[in-house]
């Protein structure tokens, strides 16, 4: 089972941040909550995640009051929990393991330390041996804050208190510690070191939260500067370029002009140099132009023959069609005509075909 959900429990913005930017950078879903009782409304009202990463000191409820909250409410009692503090010791982490923290992390947290912790969650989740962790009841105390004293123990007044008080209990029922001034200042300086410990802790984590908006704005200012530089040398390349680009469009208009107007003066000089059709060219024209009339006088006298015969054909078979049909005419009408009418006839085919033939000759001729 691959682990993709986080909740992250931190007061401290700076801290949620950093972590959060090492779950996202692993591809996972991070959900965040400023304290412990923000979490547990969390846990309450959304769906559970894979892993929760669960801050030590905080103030109001801290990180093993919230681990054992969540570790005796049946729906949450199986979500694995990474505590993270500064306090990574032997017997921290063995009392953490007993009231059902999965593990811990070291502040602040590295990249590498991280990946191996998850890492070993997700083949603990997949292979379900993930440690159970012992119930917990709210008679098991967050911490024992002093060494050496029997938990039986009961504490003795001194001599001229306790005499003036009847004893609460026999010597044969408990053990009795006598409540010396050592055993005093050692619980004024535990109590102190406790509430200097919570306190500093607080100072630190609103000192780090001012620090990182007062970064965060520095960084948004300076960008917002550096932007508005780039903006502005931008624009003011952007004219450089626009007024350089401007003349160099009129230098090169400028050497155009000046160049066609070199190459107008040559023309119009050799133009005005020549006064016109020379010796050369006029004999040249001369003989292109007897060339031509020879053509066109060649292709005349051609193109006359070629009319001349065709008239000569069309005419010789016009008078032999005229004969032929004379001819026949006569057959046909020998019988029923006379010979003066034949000879008629025959005299003004023929006198037709004589003035065709002279009319064609005088036409070509």
Request: aromatic share 4%; proline share 4%.
């Amino acid at each position: 089972m691959a682990i993709k959900n986080a909740l992250l429990v931190d007061d401290s913005k700076v801290a949620r941040f950093a972590l959060s930017k090492l779950l996202e950078n692993r591809e996972m879903n991070v959900n965040m909550a400023g304290s412990a009782e923000e979490a547990l409304d969390f846990l309450n009202s959304n769906e559970h995640p894979d892993v929760i990463f669960m801050d030590h000191l905080m103030p109001g409820m801290n990180g093993v009051e919230a681990t054992k909250a969540i570790k005796s409410n049946p729906e949450t009692a199986s979500i694995p929990i990474i505590m993270c503090t500064s306090q990574k010791s032997s017997s921290f982490t063995k009392e953490a393991k007993n009231f059902g923290v999965y593990n811990i992390l070291t502040k602040p947290t590295q990249p590498d330390g991280l990946g191996l912790v998850l890492d070993q969650l997700a083949i603990d989740v997949t292979e379900g041996m993930l440690p159970t962790a012992p119930f917990v009841g709210p008679e098991l105390e967050e911490e024992n804050l002093f060494t050496g004293i029997p938990e039986d123990a009961s504490l003795d007044m001194p001599s001229s208190q306790a005499e003036s008080e009847p004893a609460l209990s026999d010597n044969n029922s408990s053990t009795s510690v006598p409540l010396t001034s050592d055993l005093i200042e050692q619980i004024s300086r535990s109590a102190v070191k406790t509430h200097v410990n919570n306190r500093l802790h607080e100072l630190l984590s609103s000192l780090f939260d001012e620090q990182f908006d007062h970064l965060k704005r520095a960084l948004e200012e300076s960008r917002s500067k550096q932007e508005a530089m780039i903006e502005e040398r931008l624009g003011a390349m952007s004219g450089v370029i626009e007024e350089r680009t401007r003349n160099l469009r009129d230098d090169v208009a400028a050497e155009v002009n000046l160049n066609l107007g070199r190459e107008l003066a040559n023309l119009k000089k050799e133009l005005s140099s020549s006064s016109g059709f020379t010796n050369d060219h006029l004999a040249e024209l001369k003989d292109h132009i007897t060339s031509v009339q020879t053509i066109d006088t060649e292709f005349w006298q051609t193109l006359q023959s070629e009319a001349i015969q065709q008239a000569h054909e069309i005419s010789r078979e016009t008078a032999e069609d005229i004969a032929q049909r004379t001819i026949d005419l006569f057959v046909s009408q020998q019988r029923s005509a006379s010979s003066k009418l034949y000879t008629v006839g025959l005299a003004v085919s023929l006198g037709v075909f004589s003035l065709g033939i002279a009319w064609l000759a005088g036409l070509f001729g």
